[in-house]
């Protein structure tokens, strides 16, 4: 079991003297979940990153947003000239609460939209940034949200076959990708010692991704477990931090 206090594995100068502005009530319906703001130092307007988290027990997941890997990637982030936007949302319990989830999402989503301005963002620069079973509810919010871009790290890109429920159509990346939903560019880290039954359905989705000529940008950690950006100090998952800072940079950066 990962320790909920570890931090990811990269750190960078600037990360422990960005502002932070905690526990904003996103408007879930649940008055015990809160959003926490990350913002570099200086003045705006800058892209920002919504960051979801995985699952887990419902009491657990209300304290998602203080995980040592949501504060130092939110840290991370802000050091390197993004705002960042960690939230805790609510656990979507076997998947028999998955439209509850999903609604978390887009009200953090919708609420960064409004407020984003007051924070020094620019939310027409808007990443979405998931990882884990966080992924579906997050990817599929970034694209039907029309998210500028967007990050995926070892998740399922299909929920559909864990059940039968309508919903989970909805939360299936590679469902909606199927439909022809436009897919935002992408980039994909995936872990190659993790669930083969997961890493199957992240090959789908990027197969066909790239069938369709989109613009998705796969990292694999040849020897990486889940939750390599924690579990896996080495090279390899520094390339794929490095690289996804690379990718949000060039994605977020304003027109010209």
């Not at 008055?31 to 130092?41: E, K, N």
Request: hydrophobic share 45%; aromatic share 8%; proline share 6%.
């Amino acid at each position: 079991m990962i320790d909920t206090a570890q931090p990811i594995v990269v750190r960078v100068p600037g990360m422990d003297s960005v502002n932070v502005q905690r526990n904003l009530d996103y408007g879930s319906g649940d008055q015990s979940l809160r959003m926490d703001v990350y913002r570099p130092l200086g003045v705006g307007p800058w892209p920002v990153v919504v960051f979801v988290h995985g699952e887990g027990e419902p009491d657990l997941l209300r304290q998602a947003k203080d995980w040592g890997q949501y504060t130092s990637w939110g840290r991370l982030a802000a050091a390197r000239g993004m705002v960042a936007v960690t939230f805790s949302h609510r656990s979507w319990e076997g998947l028999t609460a998955v439209s509850r989830k999903l609604a978390d999402v887009e009200a953090a989503v919708r609420f960064v939209r409004a407020h984003g301005r007051s924070w020094g963002a620019d939310p027409s620069r808007l990443a979405v940034w998931s990882c884990s079973a966080g992924v579906p509810v997050g990817l599929s919010t970034a694209m039907r949200w029309a998210a500028t871009c967007a990050v995926a790290y070892y998740g399922p890109m299909d929920v559909r076959p864990y059940g039968r429920e309508p919903v989970l159509s909805e939360v299936s990346p590679l469902a909606l990708l199927e439909e022809g939903i436009p897919l935002p560019p992408l980039f994909v880290g995936r872990a190659a010692l993790d669930d083969e039954q997961l890493n199957a359905s992240i090959d789908g989705f990027v197969n066909l991704a790239w069938e369709q000529g989109l613009d998705v940008e796969l990292m694999d950690h040849g020897e990486g477990h889940h939750a390599f950006d924690l579990v896996d100090d080495d090279a390899r998952t520094r390339e794929i931090i490095e690289g996804t800072l690379d990718f949000l940079a060039r994605h977020l950066a304003p027109e010209q």
